[in-house]
């Protein structure tokens, strides 16, 4: 075998070799990116649980869901996933879909996050869920209109 050959046969090696790397790299990312979207999910539901309560020892009950719900997304954030999403800030487009409008109250701005109706999520930078947001509107805007 010739010199140019096994340099040639050597390069396309290295080549395959990074080509595979590089797709299994984006395959494990997709899957991180849906397993951080479940677990999203999770903290909506101890979010709504919390807002519910309990029936018996309100507070206790009320504080071990916070315990637990506090470990879960310190665990996440650990791992790169970030919430967002907060009341006071202004709407963007990038991060918050606004799923309705109020008329600003006094000292509110155009746009200003009334209400999170679910907050957003970012991982390393992407955006895998933008907040879902009611914003103040000067005028008379209709509650409950989508915007993007």
Do not use: N
Not at 7 to 24: F, P, S
Not at 59 to 65: D, Q, V
Not at 109 to 123: F, H, P, T, W
């Amino acid at each position: 075998m010739s010199e140019s050959t096994e340099a040639a046969r050597t390069a396309r090696l290295a080549y395959e070799h990074a080509r595979d790397l590089t797709a299994r790299d984006a395959a494990h990312r997709a899957l991180t990116e849906r397993l951080l979207l479940r677990c999203a999910d999770v903290l909506d539901s101890f979010d709504r649980l919390l807002a519910d309560g309990a029936a018996d020892d309100v507070a206790t009950y009320r504080r071990s869901l916070g315990l637990i719900a506090g470990q879960l997304e310190s665990a996440l954030a650990d791992e790169g996933l970030e919430r967002f999403g907060r009341v006071g800030e202004r709407a963007e487009p990038a991060t918050h879909h606004v799923a309705g409008a109020r008329p600003a109250p006094v000292g509110a701005g155009d746009d200003e996050v009334l209400e999170i109706v679910q907050r957003g999520y970012r991982y390393r930078g992407h955006v895998l869920r933008a907040a879902r947001v009611v914003v103040a509107v000067d005028g008379g805007t209709e509650q409950g209109t989508e915007r993007e």
